[in-house]
């Protein structure tokens, strides 16, 4: 035997030595890709169906209950029997017993006499608590006061105007000429262009800001809804609204026909246009005019500014020494209030 081997052994060295080295590069490649993925368990696949799976559907939301007002909740001079709850909030209502808001909440006036009767509603009220505030303490209590739906704080202020005596009554807000590009009744407005559920829908919102008034007037500041009031079928279907709750309506528009579905009436001049003062006094002195002709007259003053509010109460302290009465203005319209003479 030769000191080489023989070539048996050498060829299954060789073998060997090619099985090592291919194992060793397997090794090699798998620590190089790492470990495989691991299957998903049960959990992660219950996930993922989940994530795959729609949302269950949601039940219909269903209509709040409009259970009845607590009486702590109500406005101090609010008769809580003249009001009924509804999803917009408390709303004027006509009693049982037939007593109805225009009656409950109209200042009383003495029936007998008998002098030409004056009478006022200011507007422009509730957006501005100082002015509003200056405007309460200062006018005679037996003008009224339109206050806006608008104001989130108006509720003090107007019950500070119950307090003083003054008759208080809802700016409703109307389409007027002007719109869309000079006047915006806001978004509560009562527009020509809604249908007619929509409008009585935002009439009854615009109501339970404040269930206690006497009535409405059919303007928010200087905006007189002529637009709206000229479409016979809205309007008429607002007005029977406001008659169903007990409540009266003023027309702002000078010399517009009496309302055919309420009681109510329209003004006879608006007395701040334009607001300055020798205009503001020369308005008035056509309404005592009006007045005596007539035996009543109703002006409407748009915007409770300071020279309006200054020149009314220096006017109305002289008008009985020129023979008239400034009344309340629910008094031109003979409603009968329980346990007064009007």
Same mark, same amino acid.
């Given at each position: 035997?030769?000191?080489?081997?023989? =070539?048996?052994? /050498?060829?299954?060295?060789?073998?060997?030595? %090619?099985?090592?080295?291919?194992?060793?590069?397997?090794?090699?490649?798998?620590?190089?890709?790492?470990?495989?993925?691991?299957?998903?368990?049960? %959990?992660?696949?219950?996930?993922?169906?989940?994530?795959?799976?729609?949302?269950?559907?949601?039940?219909?939301?269903?209509? @709040?209950?409009?259970?009845?007002?607590?009486?702590?909740?109500?406005?101090?001079?609010?008769?809580?029997?003249?009001?009924?709850?509804?999803?917009?909030?408390?709303?004027?209502?006509?009693?049982?017993?037939?007593?109805?808001?225009?009656?409950?909440?109209? /200042?009383?006036?003495?029936?007998?006499?008998?002098?030409?009767?004056?009478?006022?509603?200011?507007?422009?009220?509730?957006?501005?608590?100082?002015?509003?505030?200056?405007?309460? %303490? *200062?006018?005679?209590?037996?003008?009224?006061?339109?206050?806006?739906?608008?104001?989130?704080?108006? !509720?003090?202020?107007?019950?500070?105007?119950? !307090?003083?005596?003054?008759?208080?009554?809802?700016?409703?807000?109307? !389409?007027?000429?002007?719109?869309?590009?000079?006047?915006?009744? #806001?978004?509560?407005?009562?527009?020509?262009?809604?249908?007619?559920?929509?409008?009585?829908?935002?009439?009854?919102?615009?109501?339970?800001?404040? +269930?206690?008034?006497?009535? @409405?007037?059919?303007?928010?500041?200087?905006?007189?809804?002529?637009?709206?009031?000229?479409? *016979?079928?809205?309007?008429?279907?607002?007005? *029977?609204?406001?008659?169903?709750?007990?409540?009266?309506?003023?027309?702002?528009?000078?010399?517009?026909?009496?309302?055919? /579905?309420? +009681?109510?009436?329209?003004?006879?001049?608006? @007395?701040?246009? +334009?607001?300055?003062?020798?205009?503001? !006094?020369?308005?008035?002195?056509?309404?005592?005019?009006?007045?005596?002709?007539?035996?009543?007259?109703?002006?409407?003053?748009?915007?409770?500014? =300071?020279?309006?509010?200054?020149?009314?109460?220096?006017? *109305? #302290?002289?008008?009985?020494?020129? #023979?008239? @009465?400034?009344?309340? =203005?629910?008094?031109?319209?003979?409603? =009968?209030?329980?346990?007064?003479?009007?």
């Amino acid at each position: 035997m030769g000191g080489g081997g023989s =070539p048996g052994w /050498r060829a299954l060295a060789g073998f060997w030595g %090619v099985v090592l080295l291919a194992l060793a590069l397997t090794a090699a490649t798998l620590a190089w890709l790492g470990p495989p993925p691991p299957s998903p368990t049960p %959990v992660a696949e219950a996930a993922s169906e989940a994530e795959a799976a729609p949302p269950p559907a949601q039940p219909a939301p269903q209509p @709040v209950p409009t259970a009845s007002i607590p009486l702590g909740s109500l406005p101090p001079h609010v008769d809580p029997a003249l009001v009924e709850p509804s999803p917009h909030g408390p709303l004027p209502r006509i009693a049982p017993d037939g007593r109805a808001p225009m009656q409950a909440y109209a /200042r009383s006036f003495d029936g007998g006499d008998r002098r030409p009767r004056v009478a006022l509603i200011i507007g422009g009220l509730g957006m501005n608590a100082s002015l509003t505030e200056q405007a309460i %303490v *200062a006018l005679p209590q037996d003008v009224a006061l339109a206050f806006s739906p608008y104001s989130r704080f108006v !509720e003090p202020l107007i019950d500070r105007a119950r !307090e003083r005596g003054f008759e208080t009554l809802l700016a409703l807000p109307m !389409e007027s000429a002007g719109f869309p590009m000079l006047s915006d009744p #806001g978004d509560r407005g009562l527009l020509t262009g809604l249908p007619l559920g929509e409008n009585l829908s935002r009439l009854e919102w615009l109501l339970a800001r404040y +269930p206690g008034h006497a009535g @409405v007037v059919g303007a928010l500041g200087p905006m007189r809804g002529e637009r709206f009031a000229a479409m *016979a079928e809205p309007f008429g279907a607002v007005q *029977a609204a406001l008659a169903g709750r007990g409540l009266l309506f003023f027309d702002a528009r000078p010399g517009a026909a009496a309302p055919t /579905r309420v +009681p109510g009436r329209s003004v006879d001049i608006v @007395v701040d246009e +334009p607001a300055t003062r020798p205009q503001i !006094e020369a308005n008035l002195a056509a309404l005592e005019r009006l007045a005596r002709e007539r035996g009543a007259a109703l002006g409407y003053v748009g915007d409770a500014s =300071p020279v309006a509010v200054q020149v009314i109460a220096s006017w *109305a #302290g002289g008008l009985e020494s020129r #023979g008239l @009465v400034l009344a309340p =203005p629910s008094v031109l319209i003979r409603i =009968p209030s329980p346990g007064a003479s009007r």
